[in-house]
């Protein structure tokens, strides 16, 4: 079975700058996909990134990219002028298509952004 | 706007009671799920449907039970609720090029 791990509960950072969100997953497969997503007080659920593994270049979706280490089973979130909106938690998941695409989740990082 | 929908939002169940919670989705997506969201935790996932017609166990299927009754539809229904299963709980489907569509979460409390 698939594991993921994001090691910071809470993170701040000042409007503007630059924050960094770990995440970390243990499989077998070769073959997957890594999503990160938002989740505001709203509880929406909201589709951040996504990573196909067989893909060696990061993910980047306007101020938001990804560092994937596949060897090192590691796929941080990096989030650029950082913006109040950003006040969030933020999941890191895991998907297997082999397996019914089922998203295997962490445990969430909750991000504050100041003004 | 098309996506997939939840009802109810929130509710408040006795313990003992049975309900179902509904969803539906309306872009044509294979794949439905459901998951719950516990307190400071991810969402595990209790049951889905790969297609019309199958639908197999997740992470924590016990008490729970799943209807796919056709493509657009995948329902969850609580038997007999206990207070270990409030919490919150999604539906989704799956978009092969673009992850997951989410509903907006119902919110369920047993007392």
């Known amino acids: 079975a698939q594991t993921v791990t994001q090691s910071q509960p809470e993170m701040s950072v000042q409007e503007a700058e630059t924050v960094t969100l770990s995440c970390t997953y243990d499989t077998s497969e070769n073959n997957y996909y890594l999503f990160w997503y938002k989740q505001p007080p709203s509880r929406q659920m909201i589709l951040v990134i996504r990573?196909?593994?067989?893909?060696?270049q990061n993910a980047t979706e306007n101020r938001f990219s990804v560092n994937f280490q596949k060897a090192a089973k590691s796929f941080s979130l990096k989030i650029s002028d950082s913006q109040l909106g950003d006040t969030a938690m933020y999941f890191c998941?895991?998907?297997?298509?082999?397996?019914?695409?089922?998203?295997?989740f962490g445990g969430g990082t909750r991000l504050m952004v100041k003004p | 706007n098309a996506g997939v929908t939840q009802t109810p939002k929130f509710q408040v169940l006795k313990t003992g009671q049975s309900m179902t919670l509904q969803c539906a989705q309306d872009m044509n997506h294979n794949s439905m799920y459901w998951y719950r969201q516990d307190p400071g935790m991810g969402l595990r996932l209790i049951y889905y449907?790969?297609?019309?017609?199958?639908?197999d166990k997740g992470e924590v299927p016990n008490g729970y039970n799943v209807s796919r009754l056709n493509k657009r539809e995948f329902s969850l229904r609580l038997e007999s609720a206990a207070p270990s299963q409030t919490s919150v709980y999604f539906c989704?489907?799956?978009?092969?090029?673009?992850?997951?569509?989410f509903g907006s979460g119902t919110r369920l409390t047993v007392v």
């Open positions: 989704a489907s799956n978009n092969p090029l673009g992850g997951y569509t």
């Open positions: 998941a895991f998907m297997d298509n082999n397996a019914g695409n089922m998203l295997t």
């Open positions: 990573q196909e593994a067989y893909k060696q």
């Open positions: 449907s790969a297609s019309e017609g199958t639908t």
